[in-house]
């Protein structure tokens, strides 16, 4: 089976969740993140980076719940239209 390839939107998309995660994380280590989510911490550098534009729906709850952010604020996040390819919306934590 072949993969379609991603458009430019998907990948901008990808990037702003990526850079939203990253600014969720604040200052505590990738490895503290991705031990907590279950995932190498290789894969949440390529979802923080952009280069997994479009992670697999467990992986992204497992890392919003481990940066204390609601997937609702993130979808409005990640979905809200910008002049720019990352987003400089700001997510509120859910602790």
Known sequence: MVRVP???????????????????????SMVQIAAEAGISVETLR????????TP?????VAV??????SLDSLRDAVTAETS?????????NVS
Do not use: H
């Open 6 to 28: 991603l458009t430019k939107s998907q990948r901008a998309r990808g990037e702003r969740l990526g850079s939203l995660l990253r600014d969720a994380r604040g200052s505590r």
């Open 64 to 69: 919003a719940d481990a940066v204390g952010v």
């Open 46 to 53: 390529k979802i923080e980076t952009g280069r997994i534009p």
């Open 84 to 92: 720019t390819a990352t987003s400089t919306a700001t997510l509120p």
């Open 56 to 60: 697999a729906f467990f992986t992204v």
